[in-house]
């Protein structure tokens, strides 16, 4: 019977043993990243970490739990002599955390019952939850309800307004044009839209009279390539009255001109 | 005698050390009229000049040509074009013009990000006008370019209106299309093509807004 009690208490040690090595990895991973890589670490990966621990933490309270593991409980672990000297083999055994059995450390590695601080604390408000009414306890969490619900709307709203806007722009929203592109490129590059059509000479004509007369040459003869080309376009492709005009501004004021 | 010897001689020296920037990597796009403010706040973002602002411009830019028989028969053209842009500032008086040769554009393979065209610039005064008329150049066409200049370490980014000219009065001039030009170009000397690729990493930036791309003019000359 003792036999049978003594195994299965051996068994549940293992298996907490390991459980507890587990998640004590994961924290030391966890601890490595963020001081090392607190650059580069995202979102995601910190939280996959997070869940990594909490997951470890609940089989750790399920393997606790369990019908087949004896009540920790009603065990005892008692202290038989405490040494200020530094002992190699616990020092060993605890990776080096602790190195002395001391009357300073032994009560907090120990411990099976929260700190006085904490447990009046934990009473204070155990007392006050049981002191509660229940009709104001329902409004309360009718209260809290409201604003999560709340909270929630804005949230779903925000979001449906984000994917909304995100799929549209990903299908109808056009910001430019590869026609205007096209336009835009041979017209700057080539002149294409911005000269006249060749002449019979196969010579382009310039578009604008005024805008090209240079200082000091408005007024005196015209140069070549310059003042005939220009009528001769005009006559060919605007009304007479536009003549009028052209000349007129071409000598009385021209922008090059200080 | 022998000063502009001498400097023929510095200058071939650059050459070949190749300290001139005369290669222009470049990049093309455009955006519509009414995304164009959403385009110049990301840029306003992306780029150096945060604290002044975006600079603006206002230019006039005149494309000459000057046409030159070829004499040797086995060409295949009789003439070849030879031509040569001036741009001055329509909002700045004391700013010198630029004359601007732009080379043949080389698209390059599919592992080219950019296109590159040998470009060549230098300030002058008023007379250049003059002189080229005198020379036999001809004005090819010209337009007004209206927008703004952002910088991002060595590259320049532009995003103007292109105005064709109307008449002879500078106000009647109108717009040639519903976009504004969007250009990515960076000027450096041959043989750096590492910066076509930073310039493709900002163009990706860009999008969807602007698809910055390299544009062939020869494929454009028979679509438009």
């Known amino acids: 019977m003792q036999q049978r009690e003594e195994k299965q208490l051996e068994s549940a040690l293992d298996s907490i043993i390991q459980r507890v090595n587990d998640l004590k990895q994961s924290i030391a991973s966890m601890i490595f990243k963020i001081e090392n890589e607190y650059e580069t670490i995202n979102w995601p990966s910190f939280l996959d970490n ?58 907090d590695y120990l411990r099976t019952k929260l700190e006085p601080v904490a ?119 605007k009304a007479p009255a536009g003549i009028k005009t052209n000349i007129k501004s071409a000598a009385q004021m021209h922008p090059y001109g200080r | 005698m022998s000063l502009p010897g001498n400097a023929m001689d510095s200058l071939s020296a650059a050459l070949k050390c190749n300290i001139i920037p005369n290669q222009e990597y470049l ?30 411009f206002h230019d006039h830019e005149i494309c000459f040509s000057l046409r030159i028989p070829n004499t040797a028969a086995s060409t295949p053209m009789p003439m070849s074009i030879f031509s040569l ?28 990000p950019t296109v590159v065209r040998s470009s060549i610039d230098m300030a002058c005064s008023s007379t250049i006008l003059e002189f080229l008329t005198e020379l036999g150049c001809r004005i090819e066409f010209e ?14 980014i532009t995003v103007s209106k292109i105005f064709k000219m109307g008449g002879n009065k500078p106000e009647s001039v109108e717009p ?18 590492a910066i076509g690729e930073d310039m493709r990493i900002f163009a990706e930036q860009l999008r969807p807004l602007v698809q910055l791309e390299k544009i062939d003019y020869k494929r454009l000359g028979n679509i438009m």
């Open chain 2, 85 to 112: 842009r001036v741009r001055r500032a329509l909002d700045v008086s004391d700013t010198p013009y630029q004359l601007r040769y732009i080379g043949q554009q080389e698209l390059g393979d599919k592992n080219r």
């Open chain 1, 119 to 237: 447990e009046n604390k934990m009473l204070q408000l155990e007392t006050k939850a049981l002191g509660l009414q229940y009709d104001n306890a329902q409004k309360q969490i009718a209260t809290y309800q409201k604003v999560i619900s709340h909270v929630w709307d804005i949230v779903s709203k925000a979001r449906e307004e984000w994917e909304s806007e995100s799929s549209s722009r990903g299908n109808t929203q056009q910001n430019s044009s590869v026609a205007d592109t096209h336009l835009l490129v041979a017209a700057v590059g080539m002149g294409k839209g911005l000269k006249m059509g060749p002449n019979p000479n196969g010579q382009t004509n310039p578009t604008s009279g005024g805008m090209m007369v240079t200082p000091g040459r408005a007024g005196g003869p015209p140069g070549p390539g310059q003042m005939p080309p220009t009528t001769q376009a005009m006559s060919m492709n």
């Open chain 2, 176 to 193: 040639i299309s519903q976009s504004y030009l969007v250009e990515l170009s960076v000027l450096a000397p041959s043989g750096q093509d």
């Open chain 2, 27 to 56: 990049l093309q796009g455009s955006v519509l009229d009414q995304y164009v403010e959403v385009l110049l706040h990301r840029l306003r973002g992306l780029c150096d000049n945060v604290d002044s602002g975006p600079e603006s």
């Open chain 1, 50 to 107: 997070y869940a990594l621990i909490s997951g470890q933490l609940t089989t750790l309270t399920k393997v606790l739990s369990h019908d087949k593991c004896p009540v920790l409980r009603n065990l005892t672990v008692l202290p038989l002599m405490l040494s200020p000297e530094r002992d190699e083999q616990l020092a060993q055994l605890t990776e080096h955390r602790v190195t002395t059995f001391a009357h300073d450390l032994c009560p």
């Open chain 2, 143 to 156: 337009y007004i370019a209206r927008g703004y200049m952002f910088r991002k370490g060595r590259m320049k």
